[in-house]
């Protein structure tokens, strides 16, 4: 097709995927253009501005290595990843909600056992963390796999360290709870942090005056076969960034009770000679069959 102009284009290119082999992706790829010539046509966009977005795109690929992704980092801040999530993982009012995956999970982090220390001499407050894994019932999920990352008190990342490398993890591990669903570990409370400003997305907050913070929390992925995986963050209570977190990711039912504690004999038997915190928490797993049945 020849001489094509605004008004045609797109009805143009839509076609070109007319003979894509896979349904689900004709679909996408024809939503993707009307969606996108939709977007230029609306806001009238310019040359200029469209080179300004390539690069801002290309700039947030080059910033992307194996430790670090921009690109999810965009997608949180843009709200996408909860709305991807949320549409993908609607449950019952009594399983524990979804909530982003965030940009510095590692995947194959140490493996610990039960009431182990995860901070290893990261800065903090010590925080004994009790956690069981039941069923929508309330019936205890045995030995399901839980997978625990978060940031040190002053709000960095492992893998933010310039000298990381895989022997040097910590505030990461994954455990295996017991035939009750139970387990526990040691940590450090978790604090408010800012999310990476050094890059695009950083620049982005900057040029439209959103501030970078995310509330105090602990990442949890919880996996036993036959449930719906869950991807889910623990809270800090009162914490006074939950109405605006930078990646949406805020959930009441994920706010935890981190309770302070005077010196003395922790939960687990363990003498503390200086403050600590526990936090105690239930999560609470959905039937994957019910979530294929939903998107039938």
Not at 12 to 23: E, I, L, S
Not at 54 to 73: P, S
Not at 119 to 139: F, M, S
Not at 232 to 245: A, G, K, P, R
Request: charged share 25%.
């Amino acid at each position: 097709m020849r001489n094509l102009n605004e008004h045609n284009i797109t009805d143009a290119v839509v076609d070109r995927f007319k003979d894509t082999p896979n349904p689900r992706l004709k679909e996408i790829m024809n939503a993707l253009v009307r969606h996108l010539h939709a977007f230029a046509r609306e806001t009238s966009l310019t040359e200029a501005e469209w080179m300004e977005g390539i690069k801002f795109l290309t700039a947030t690929g080059q910033k992307c290595d194996d430790v670090r992704q921009e690109f999810i980092l965009l997608s949180d801040t843009l709200g996408l990843s909860q709305l991807v999530v949320a549409q993908n993982h609607s449950r019952p009012v009594e399983a524990t909600e979804q909530t982003v995956f965030g940009p510095f999970h590692i995947e194959n982090p140490p493996a610990k056992k039960d009431g182990d220390d995860i901070a290893l001499g990261a800065p903090g407050e010590p925080c004994l963390c009790v956690t069981q894994v039941v069923d929508q019932a309330g019936k205890p999920v045995p030995n399901a796999v839980v997978d625990v990352w978060q940031a040190d008190a002053a709000g960095f990342y492992d893998v933010q360290d310039p000298t990381w490398n895989r022997d040097k993890m910590r505030l990461r591990a994954v455990f295996t709870a017991d035939a009750k669903g139970e387990l526990k570990f040691w940590t450090i409370k978790p604090a408010a942090y800012p999310i990476p400003t050094d890059g695009p997305v950083g620049a982005m907050l900057t040029a439209t005056k959103r501030h970078a913070m995310r509330p105090g929390h602990i990442h949890f992925a919880v996996n036993k076969p036959g449930y719906d995986p869950l991807i889910t963050h623990v809270f800090i209570d009162n914490d006074e960034y939950l109405d605006s977190d930078a990646v949406f990711g805020v959930r009441s039912s994920c706010i935890g009770n981190y309770v302070r504690h005077e010196a003395g004999v922790a939960p687990d038997g363990k003498n503390m000679s200086a403050p600590y915190h526990t936090l105690n928490y239930k999560f609470v797993l959905a039937p994957e069959i019910a979530q294929h049945a939903k998107a039938a």
